[in-house]
């Protein structure tokens, strides 16, 4: 009889790793910092921006098709941005970047598909965990998940409520040359602007396995924000160094989003490993602005004026899946799959203006519009993986049949599209030794234009902005290519991926002036544009105590805009990088600080300058990591901000956008039950606008 001593095997997550079509970043399975949201995961994410507004884009390009566990959600509509902000991020387990997906993906996103992998909710017995955090200027969060496995079900949900504090600030300089009269305008804007969002998120479901290799399940999700957001601005205009106006404008508007989604899924596995999955769901979307406006003039002197702007957007989506894998004999795989996306949304635009006889509003025809869309795609896809030794490679095809109908049913004119397309990918592998691994993907990829592109009458916004769809616009098209290289050696990993990608038909927002002081900001196709570039990242480990995660992106951007009014192809060089320092002070204490920077970018009409940010933590766990308190600190310095300049031979615009964004939280984390603890957790901070 030989006794075996007691022994532990550990083994450490690491911070990111390749797979053949994706880059996998890990924030930590059971998160010890409940304070942030997605938005803060995804500022830390490599190769990924949020801007000042919330809206993401990846290598540069802010067409990204943003997924939930591989799936659209109604959340990520028309207004993902918000979303993304009130996500709670201690219930996201990783997030994928998907620059070249398979044909299994939707091909929709210029630069690709970022994922975002909810927890796993399949845990033994009972587990849970409760957050809450308070922060500077009546900021706070609370979450509670947990999930109950009693027999063949499994019952799971998740319940969290956020109050933010986002006040923001503008300024606008528009110099106009009136190529006719030679007279110079100039137009300043000032606004400053509160708003206090509340998001209350309710995500719930039950699994069922009847039988071994079957599971049923049933989910539902639900998301309500709503908020009061109120703006002073100042607008004074000069032509030829003389006052032409100069009024003020106050803004009263709440706000609200109702988002609800539930579907249905049932997964078999068969023998010799072939499964079987198919999902249905349906969401609907309810989206409202009910603004009231009030202006005073101050020159020319003349009688105050009021006018409401009443905008109510509904979406409604339903999507079925079915999707079947099969091995082809020992070292290949095949998948196939259908997928149905069936949308249509109703946006109502009602403007009113204040009768000073009556004090009645009366309804404004020449700006109340009301406009549907309703788009259904069908697609069928293939793809083949096998491995031959070393060398790895799978290809796939994706068929698509689209249909696109739109109604603007003020003005009776009606339009749409109907067309069909095969998307084809192919990814590469090639091992090499000392654990290296050498990659070359290629996909076919499509923008399709949403319903608010489409729209051709023109919104609103204030009396020098309007904005319109163009009912012309005809789908953007891409071909992307990459080769990659990845080194993984115990607690020190290297990637470095190589890019380029070809746009035509590309989507744009244009600004053009249509009088003097009022601006029309639309879309068009360009004729084409190019973007290279090379992406880094490493990840290592000193001493066992310190742990230093570093991504940057240096890439080329060429414009071909000709039927903008260039003449010739516009080119910039632009870079991104970022640094995550982690130190582990004790076992039970973690340090942290996270630096951002985003350097000045291209864009059609001029140029978005550089940004920075850097973030410190501070997280400490007790009762046998049970419990965790967190402090963090955003923006330390307070230095986020977003300039933009559009510089055209007739006009000059430029933009500058701030936000208060120093933020302080201090939280606590509760875990009970069976739920596992994790040594390195990132701390998260809140930088979403």
Do not use: C
């Not at 997928?339 to 009113?352: N, P, W």
């Not at 630096?595 to 007790?622: C, D, E, M, W």
């Amino acid at each position: 009889m030989v006794q075996l001593d007691k022994f532990q095997v550990q083994g450490k997550q690491e911070s990111f790793d390749n797979a053949i079509d994706r880059k996998v970043y890990h924030v930590g399975k059971d998160l010890q910092s409940a304070a942030g949201s997605a938005s803060d995961l995804l500022q830390n994410v490599p190769a990924v921006q949020v801007d000042i507004e919330g809206n993401v884009s990846l290598r540069g390009s802010s067409d990204v098709t943003i997924l939930i566990n591989g799936k659209s959600s109604t959340l990520m509509g028309r207004n993902r941005a918000a979303a993304l902000e009130q996500m709670p991020a201690d219930s996201i387990e990783r997030i994928e970047v998907i620059t070249n997906p398979s044909a299994k993906y939707r091909p929709d996103g210029t630069a690709g598909v970022i994922n975002i992998v909810m927890k796993s909710k399949q845990k033994s017995g009972t587990a849970g965990s409760v957050s809450m955090n308070v922060g500077n200027n009546q900021r706070y969060n609370f979450s509670v998940s947990g999930n109950v496995h009693a027999g063949a079900f499994n019952y799971y949900g998740s319940a969290s409520i956020r109050q933010d504090d986002r006040p923001r600030e503008s300024s606008e300089t528009r110099i106009f040359a009136d190529p006719l009269t030679g007279v110079t305008s100039i137009t300043r804007q000032q606004t400053q602007e509160t708003s206090r969002p509340r998001s209350r998120i309710f995500q719930g479901g039950v699994e069922y396995v009847p039988s071994k290799g079957t599971t049923l399940g049933a989910n539902v999700s639900y998301n309500y924000r709503d908020f009061l957001r109120r703006a002073d601005q100042h607008y004074a205009t000069s032509a030829g160094g003389a006052s032409v106006s100069d009024y003020k404008r106050t803004r009263y508007d709440p706000e609200y989003e109702k988002d609800i989604e539930f579907g249905g899924t049932l997964a078999h596995s068969f023998a010799e490993d072939r499964e079987l999955s198919v999902e249905v769901k349906h969401g609907r979307t309810t989206e409202q602005e009910d603004n009231h406006y009030q202006n005073t003039y101050l020159f020319p002197v003349t009688p105050a004026s009021a006018n409401n702007n009443l905008i109510k957007v509904i979406e409604n989506s339903t999507e079925a899946t079915a999707d079947y894998s099969s091995p082809l004999g020992k070292d290949a795989k095949l998948e196939v799959g259908y997928a149905g996306l069936f949308e249509g949304s109703d946006a109502d635009f009602r403007v009113s203006d204040l009768d000073p006889v009556s004090g009645l509003f009366i309804p404004d025809t020449t700006k109340t519009n009301r406009f549907k869309y309703d788009s259904r795609i069908h697609a069928l896809y293939l793809t083949v993986e096998r491995h031959f030794g070393s060398f790895g490679a799978m290809g796939g095809l994706r068929f698509e049949d689209v249909k696109i109908e739109t109604h603007q049913i003020t003005t009776g004119q009606d339009g749409g599209d109907n067309y069909r397309n095969i998307y084809p990918t192919l990814h590469l592998t090639y091992d090499l030794p000392a654990a290296q691994q050498l990659q070359l993907n290629y996909s076919h990829r499509v923008r399709r234009p949403e319903g608010d592109d489409l729209n051709p009458f023109p919104e609103y916004q204030d009396p020098f902005n309007l904005r319109a769809g163009n009912p012309h616009l005809q789908p953007e098209q891409i071909h992307s290519i990459e080769a990659g290289w990845q080194m993984k050696n115990n607690d020190t990993t290297y990637l470095a991926t190589a890019y380029y990608r070809y746009r035509y038909n590309g989507i744009t927002e244009v600004t053009r002036f249509v009088d003097s002081t009022t601006l029309l900001t639309t879309k068009e196709n360009l004729s084409t544009s190019r973007a290279s570039g090379l992406e880094l990242g490493a990840a290592r480990r000193f001493w066992d105590r310190l742990g230093l995660n570093f991504s940057g992106n240096v890439y080329r951007s060429e414009i071909d805009a000709g039927n903008l009014g260039f003449t010739e192809p516009r080119s910039a060089i632009a870079w991104d990088a970022k640094v995550n320092l982690g130190w582990d002070v004790s076992p039970a204490t973690l340090v942290q600080l996270n630096a951002n920077y985003s350097a000045k970018r291209l864009t059609p009409q001029g140029y978005r300058y550089p940004t920075s940010v850097l973030n410190i933590g501070l997280r400490h766990t007790f009762a046998n990591k049970k419990v965790a308190v967190i402090a963090t600190v955003s923006d330390v310095f307070n230095s986020l901000k977003e300039r933009t300049l559009i510089d055209t031979p007739s006009l000059r615009d430029e933009i500058t956008r701030r936000r208060s964004s120093r933020i302080f939280y201090v939280g606590l984390v509760y875990n009970f039950g069976g739920a596992s603890k994790r040594q390195k957790d990132d701390i998260i901070f809140d930088n979403a606008p």
